[in-house]
């Protein structure tokens, strides 16, 4: 069965210091994808990146960067410099070829809070 | 270009009552999903709806029920409305493709609260 697991319920960090979100997975499925999801207050949902199996390269985005590893199913989320709009709750979510691409398995959260 | 919307956005109901929420998918996609969300948890997969037929469901029961339009758009409906079914619902839309996963864009979500 498919899992995601974030173990870090919580974070917090001064502005400017570097922080990494966790994500572990677990599939049985050859086939499948990574995804990133931001939900500020506002409580809309925000992709953030999409990663598939079959492409373990990094990923750099500004300030935002993301380390897939198959060999100890992870997908972490690094972003360097935090800023106080970078509060929020971060999801990491996976979806199978096997059991339907469009059906998304999220983690529980990340809670990050950046105090300024 | 517009986004994924919902309506209502907030909405308080009582034990045993109906519900609908609606949602429009973002411009140019066919596919939309709907998630529910409880207060410190990570969205649960309810359904999807593509071509105006369900075509895939998650683990919730028949009083979860859902329709899409010609024109996309959907509506969740909840019966016998319980105190555990307060959550936020979000709708997510996508561009259903063979043989592929699409990313999936997600709406502000509707608050429902049971009472």
């Known amino acids: 069965a498919q899992k995601v697991t974030q173990a870090q319920t919580e974070i917090s960090v001064v502005e400017k210091e570097d922080v990494t979100l966790d994500c572990v997975y677990e599939?049985?499925?050859?086939?499948?994808?990574l995804f990133w999801y931001k939900q500020p207050p506002s409580g809309e949902l925000v992709f953030l990146i999409r990663?598939?199996?079959?492409?373990?390269q990094n990923e750099i985005s500004g300030r935002y960067s993301w380390n897939f590893q198959k060999s100890t199913s992870s997908f972490n989320f690094t972003i360097t410099a935090s800023q106080v709009v970078d509060s929020a709750v971060y999801f990491c979510a996976l979806s199978e070829r096997q059991t339907g691409a469009n059906n998304l398995f999220f983690g529980t959260g990340t809670r990050l809070t950046v105090i300024p | 270009d517009a986004g994924v919307t919902q309506s209502p956005t907030h909405l308080i109901k009582t034990r045993g009552q109906q519900v609908t929420l609606r949602c429009s998918p973002k411009s140019g996609h066919d596919t939309v999903s709907w998630y529910q969300q409880a207060l410190g948890q990570g969205p649960q997969f309810i359904f999807q709806?593509?071509?105006?037929?369900?075509?895939q469901r998650g683990n919730f029961p028949d009083r979860f029920s859902g329709h899409q339009f010609p024109n996309y758009s959907s509506e969740l409906n909840v019966n016998a409305l319980l105190l555990g079914d307060s959550a936020l619902y979000l709708c997510?839309?996508?561009?259903?493709?063979?043989?592929?996963?699409?990313?999936?864009?997600f709406g502000p979500g509707t608050r429902l609260t049971v009472l």
């Open positions: 997510a839309s996508s561009l259903r493709r063979l043989a592929a996963t699409d990313t999936q864009y």
């Open positions: 709806y593509y071509e105006e037929e369900e075509r």
């Open positions: 990663r598939n199996s079959f492409d373990e």
């Open positions: 599939t049985r499925d050859t086939t499948y994808y």
